[in-house]
């Protein structure tokens, strides 16, 4: 009788273990998508549009988990939170990734590219798909590039020479390579918070800013800027990361339906924040708060002379190969 006990005992602890084991492999993978803006932004609305895509494609195997407004990290942590497993994917702008690698900065070179699409042709390029696997020696993966649009100059006086940036404070990103555009043009760059970036510009404790349309427009710069030069002078773009762990860690046919959904997703958002450029840019000039100030050739020909400079003070750190190739996207 006892045999017959332990033996049915030991069965159902087979049995237990074998359905357990079979629950634990059906857990789906979970991403936490980690993003600093609001849900009805170009970037939110990627963030969104990726995890219903990973849903329809790949069912209860992955689930996405979107956390938008810096609910779980901002930019300049996400990172580290990554590399230690507490977040699988995030989008920061490009010149938060200096600290692992900076050959990334050629996106802030100024004057750089002549319009989106040429930044889009450098992006698709072996050059631009290279500098996704930059990062790769620091544990992290490039897995696509989002679009936010080319940047404008906002000042409280007209700006249409670089003589006209002299001794103006100017906000930045915490990037060098835009401190030195604008120490290129004798203003004084000062990194702050974008958070502050509207105090700041209401209590005239700086001059001016740089920012895309979209941003000008949602963090209502523009009403508080009389003036906005229509520079296109820089890049304001992001790039989509994962962990290599991570990343490496899935299977191959997980990994290749993730990456599609990706695409297809950074290829809706990049068309909404082209949409969304244009439209702020009217909302703004129909508000009638703020100049828009168009460039004529000549003037425009003084800020690139001007600037270009900084292109050879950055070159030793960035690639000379690279910073050409990005170039010549523009041809």
Excluded: C
Aim: hydrophobic fraction near 40%; aromatic fraction near 10%.
């Amino acid at each position: 009788m006892f045999q017959k006990v332990t033996t049915a005992i030991a069965a159902f602890a087979i049995s237990a273990a074998f359905f357990a084991g079979t629950a634990v492999a059906s857990d789906p993978i979970t991403i936490k998508f980690s993003h600093v803006v609001a849900e009805n932004t170009p970037k939110g609305q990627m963030a969104n549009k990726f995890k219903d895509l990973v849903k329809e494609r790949l069912g209860g195997k992955v689930v996405v988990e979107v956390f938008p407004n810096s609910q779980l990290f901002g930019d300049n942590k996400v990172l580290e939170a990554m590399l230690l497993g507490d977040v699988e994917m995030a989008a920061p702008s490009l010149s938060k990734f200096k600290r692992y690698t900076k050959k990334l900065q050629v996106y802030d070179l100024p004057f750089l590219f002549k319009d989106m699409e040429a930044v889009e042709r450098f992006q698709q390029s072996e050059a631009g798909d290279k500098l996704l696997e930059s990062l790769n020696k620091r544990g992290l993966v490039g897995i696509g590039y989002l679009h936010n649009g080319l940047k404008q100059l906002s000042s409280g006086e007209p700006l249409r020479v670089p003589e006209d940036a002299a001794g103006k404070k100017f906000r930045i990103m915490t990037s060098d390579v835009l401190a030195a555009q604008f120490e290129a043009v004798d203003a004084v760059p000062l990194k702050k918070p974008f958070s502050e970036v509207f105090t700041l510009l209401q209590t005239q404790a700086i001059d001016g800013q740089e920012n895309t349309w979209s941003n000008i427009y949602s963090k209502k710069f523009f009403e508080v800027q009389p003036y906005i030069t229509e520079s296109n002078h820089g890049l304001l773009d992001y790039m989509v990361v994962t962990s290599k762990e991570f990343w490496t860690g899935l299977d191959d046919d997980i990994r290749t339906e993730i990456q599609a959904a990706l695409d297809e997703a950074i290829a809706f958002g990049n068309e909404v924040a082209e949409k969304k450029s244009v439209a702020d840019r009217q909302k703004i000039i129909d508000s009638g708060r703020s100049e828009v100030i168009q460039l004529t050739e000549a003037e425009r020909a003084q800020w690139v002379e001007a600037m270009k400079p900084v292109w050879k003070k950055f070159e030793k750190d960035i690639g000379k190969d690279v910073i050409d190739a990005a170039y010549g996207s523009n041809m």
